[in-house]
């Protein structure tokens, strides 16, 4: 019997908090290629003593353990596959997510565009991975002959944005869209958000969404979540969209 077999073997037998993470990784087993302890937590809407007591409850130590087990299955399970089959299967889903690029809101792409536009500075953020679409809106609208101001870590975002004006445009983007970080790090900008402001996010429910004006959420939150790395793709093409389309008003 395989790890997840077990899992399902056992569900009914957890406690309400663990059967949470149970009912997550069973449906995203893939996903935990990737998740520390506090990510599983937060995306199975429970904690981190939940999923730590689910792991026990299974017969193992902890969650690394646990995870280790979980990726022998996934490394498994894809020996089996076809690697030809996992290359269409992938590159389809990706053609998926694009397609879906359409049901955008247009007229929150026109504000976001109006914005980028106006006489004021522009504050581009994005930390780690999310600092690629980020960079490239920068690098695109000076070449556009718009100057922004660009950031790719908190502590220097501290610092850029004590010059922000009230009729600034801010853009951050996140693959996740959580808060912690950005309150913690940014916690003028929490409190007293320009009106200007967009979250660019992959993630439909992002705690930062209830105190950023604008949120643009774009698709294939799944699709990143199976990836080993943060994916970025999908912003990076919704910047060179918005590039595309800011020059044509030029």
């Known amino acids: 019997m395989d790890i997840i077999e077990s899992i399902k073997k056992q569900h009914l037998e957890l406690s309400k908090s663990e059967q949470k993470v149970s009912s997550y990784i069973i449906k995203h087993p893939d996903n935990i290629e ?23 409850s299974l017969g193992f130590q902890g ?6 087990e979980i990726l022998n299955y996934l490394h498994n399970r894809r020996q089996k596959a076809n690697p030809n089959d996992l290359i269409n299967n992938y590159l389809t889903d990706y053609a998926k997510v694009i397609n879906q690029m359409q049901q955008i809101d247009h007229k929150q792409i026109d504000y976001l565009i109006d914005c980028l ?27 556009l002959g718009k100057p922004s101001l660009y950031s790719n870590d908190y502590i220097n975002s501290a610092h850029i944005t004590r010059t922000m004006k009230n009729s600034s445009t801010l853009v951050l983007f996140s693959v996740s869209g959580n808060k912690q970080d950005f309150s913690n790090f940014l916690p003028d900008l929490t409190n007293d958000m ?54 044509e008003k030029v």
């Open 117 to 143: 536009m106006n006489d004021e500075l522009n504050y581009l953020l994005g930390i780690y991975y999310s600092s690629f679409p980020a960079k490239e809106l920068y690098y695109g609208l000076s070449d």
């Open 63 to 68: 969650y690394k353990e646990f995870r280790f």
């Open 34 to 56: 990737t998740f520390t302890i506090t990510k599983l937590a937060s995306e199975a809407k429970t904690s981190t003593s939940a999923v730590l007591r689910f792991c026990q």
């Open 194 to 247: 320009p009106p200007h402001s967009f979250l660019i996010t992959l993630n439909p429910k992002a705690e930062l969404s209830k105190i950023f004006p604008e949120t643009i959420v774009l698709p294939g939150s799944v699709f990143s979540n199976r990836s080993v790395t943060d994916g970025q793709s999908i912003p990076i093409l919704f910047v060179e969209m918005l590039l595309n389309l800011i020059h």
